[in-house]
């Protein structure tokens, strides 16, 4: 008796903690693609920096995305709640790292498209690959990068 009163709170915990809310169901879900150079004067080493901080900062704030870098540009796509959104761009666009900060596509989003990926990360070879994305906007953007993912090797 005793062990089975036993069991059932434990039930009870184990049930409580699956019926809180998934982290990853954020209702009002947000996006925003950029664009951007490394600083001139900043060597390449510091991608490794970043990325590991990155995702570090975005798991805290239930933000996934995706960050590609050819070598000079990169691009990033970022989704979470709105207000985290909002503040981690305003964070990263002033970051001296990188300069020609650029938004290509920003708005509501149905389903995250990188749920895995607190930053996922992903290299190209072509620099003619995110030369050419930096010439799009909106939806444009938003089809050239859809486009873009079959071909990456991602990296969590
Ligand atoms: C290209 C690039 C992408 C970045 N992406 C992220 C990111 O996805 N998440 C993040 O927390 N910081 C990212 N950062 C780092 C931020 O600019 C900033 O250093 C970091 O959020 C820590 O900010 P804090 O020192 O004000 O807390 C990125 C920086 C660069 C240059």
């Not at 510091?46 to 590991?52: C, G, K, P, Q």
């Not at 503040?87 to 790292?97: E, G, K, M, S, Y």
């Not at 300069?99 to 930053?119: D, P, Y």
Request: proline residues 3%; neutral net charge; glycine residues 4%.
């Amino acid at each position: 008796m005793v062990q089975n009163v036993s069991t059932f709170v434990k039930r009870l915990k184990i049930s409580k903690l699956l019926s809180q809310p998934d982290m990853k169901a954020t209702t009002d879900l947000y996006e925003v693609i950029y664009l951007s150079t490394l600083a001139p004067d900043v060597s390449v080493s510091v991608v490794a920096d970043i990325t590991r901080k990155a995702r570090e900062g975005n798991a805290a704030r239930n933000i996934s995305g995706l960050l590609i870098f050819d070598g000079l540009r990169f691009c990033e796509q970022v989704e979470g709640a709105k207000k985290d959104i909002v503040a981690l761009i305003d964070r990263v666009r002033h970051d001296p790292r990188h300069i020609k900060f650029e938004i290509l596509h920003h708005g509501a989003l149905n389903n995250r498209r990188f749920s895995n990926f607190s930053m996922g990360y992903a290299e190209v070879e072509d620099p003619d690959v995110l030369s050419q994305l930096a010439l799009l906007r909106g939806q444009e953007a938003l089809d050239a990068l859809t486009a873009l993912l079959p071909t990456l090797d991602l990296y969590a």
